[in-house]
């Protein structure tokens, strides 16, 4: 039997422990969200973000208020409260997984590779010109059913990416009413049920443009990669370490894009009720 004078310094002795192994797992997360090029996606997400509030301030409100609506569009979009937001998901989330394999091909090749061609990527595609003609290469291999096509799809369907992306899409249209709610932009009789069922009769939708998205960026992003690139990044994923990076990274931004929804359907109810912004 241990005597009980022995117990304080060995709980201690572990706890010390335990925090050190988290400030350790910490750090390396950073290291993967630098690795994986967030800094940079947060400020192409922006970008998106800002087009995006507009769109909705001209479906909402027409030509008024442009100034004060873009001011709170850019003020929601706040880079550096997204980073942190998804930093500390991304943290939470990896707690317990294998950091150092993640890190391993992702600062390495084809890793450091495929992540400067998909922020390109991404970027290319806030031109309209751009992000039609990667739709019309998309489905033009999808008809013919190319083997590139089949890779990618092979990618898609082992990450999960259309079904995680449709209800991450729902997910936020639910939060953008729930901030219209809140701000009391609609009406008092609306039910959360009502809210739900509207939500879901956009699935079929939101569905068809997923996949149309998912396919022209991956596309576009990985038309430079050779096969064997392709079939590594495919192998990474398929392994329990690209299965846990994975579903941290659906969770992390899942909730980051939540926030900014809700905050766009409140802001959008205080400008539509006249309440200060």
Same mark, same amino acid.
């Given at each position: 039997?241990?005597?009980?004078?022995?117990?304080?310094?060995?709980?201690?002795?572990?706890?010390?422990?335990?925090?050190?192994?988290?400030?350790?797992?910490?750090?390396?997360?950073?290291?993967?969200?630098?690795?994986?090029? +967030?800094?940079?996606?947060?400020?192409?997400?922006?970008?998106?973000?800002?087009?995006?509030?507009?769109?909705?301030?001209?479906? +909402?409100?027409?030509?008024?208020?442009?100034?004060?609506?873009?001011?709170?569009?850019?003020?929601?979009?706040?880079?550096?409260?997204?980073?942190?937001?998804?930093?500390?998901?991304?943290?939470?989330?990896?707690?317990?997984?294998?950091?150092?394999?993640?890190?391993?091909?992702?600062?390495?090749?084809?890793?450091?590779?495929?992540?400067?061609?998909?922020?390109?990527?991404?970027?290319?595609?806030?031109?309209?010109?751009?992000?039609?003609?990667?739709?019309?290469?998309?489905?033009?291999?999808?008809?013919?059913?190319?083997?590139?096509?089949?890779?990618?799809?092979?990618?898609?369907?082992?990450?999960?990416?259309?079904?995680?992306?449709?209800?991450?899409?729902?997910?936020?249209?639910?939060?953008?009413?729930?901030? +219209?709610? %809140?701000?009391?932009?609609?009406?008092?009789?609306?039910?959360?049920?009502?809210?739900?069922?509207?939500?879901?009769?956009?699935?079929?939708?939101?569905?068809?443009?997923?996949?149309?998205?998912?396919?022209?960026?991956?596309?576009?992003?990985?038309?430079?990669?050779?096969?064997?690139?392709?079939?590594?990044?495919?192998?990474?994923?398929?392994?329990?370490?690209?299965? %846990?990076?994975?579903?941290?990274?659906?969770?992390?931004?899942?909730?980051?894009?939540?926030?900014?929804?809700?905050?766009?359907?409140?802001?959008?109810?205080?400008?539509?009720?006249?309440?200060?912004?």
């Amino acid at each position: 039997m241990i005597p009980l004078r022995m117990l304080a310094p060995l709980v201690l002795a572990a706890s010390v422990s335990a925090a050190a192994a988290q400030t350790s797992n910490a750090d390396k997360v950073e290291d993967l969200f630098a690795a994986l090029g +967030l800094p940079e996606m947060m400020q192409i997400m922006r970008e998106e973000g800002v087009v995006y509030g507009a769109e909705i301030g001209g479906d +909402l409100f027409g030509d008024r208020g442009t100034v004060d609506w873009t001011n709170t569009v850019s003020q929601i979009y706040d880079v550096d409260a997204m980073r942190s937001e998804v930093l500390t998901e991304l943290t939470a989330e990896l707690a317990d997984d294998d950091v150092d394999a993640m890190l391993a091909f992702f600062t390495g090749e084809p890793g450091k590779t495929i992540i400067s061609l998909e922020l390109s990527a991404r970027r290319a595609l806030l031109d309209d010109a751009v992000e039609e003609a990667a739709k019309e290469v998309a489905t033009e291999a999808m008809l013919d059913n190319t083997d590139r096509y089949q890779q990618v799809q092979t990618f898609v369907e082992v990450n999960d990416l259309v079904e995680t992306n449709v209800v991450g899409a729902m997910n936020s249209n639910y939060a953008f009413y729930t901030g +219209l709610m %809140d701000g009391g932009a609609m009406p008092q009789e609306l039910t959360e049920e009502q809210v739900l069922q509207d939500v879901w009769s956009q699935e079929p939708e939101i569905r068809v443009n997923t996949t149309e998205w998912v396919y022209s960026f991956l596309m576009l992003a990985y038309q430079p990669l050779t096969d064997n690139d392709l079939d590594a990044y495919i192998a990474f994923s398929e392994t329990e370490a690209g299965q %846990d990076l994975n579903d941290a990274m659906f969770a992390a931004f899942d909730g980051m894009f939540e926030d900014i929804s809700r905050a766009l359907g409140l802001g959008s109810a205080q400008f539509m009720t006249g309440q200060d912004i």
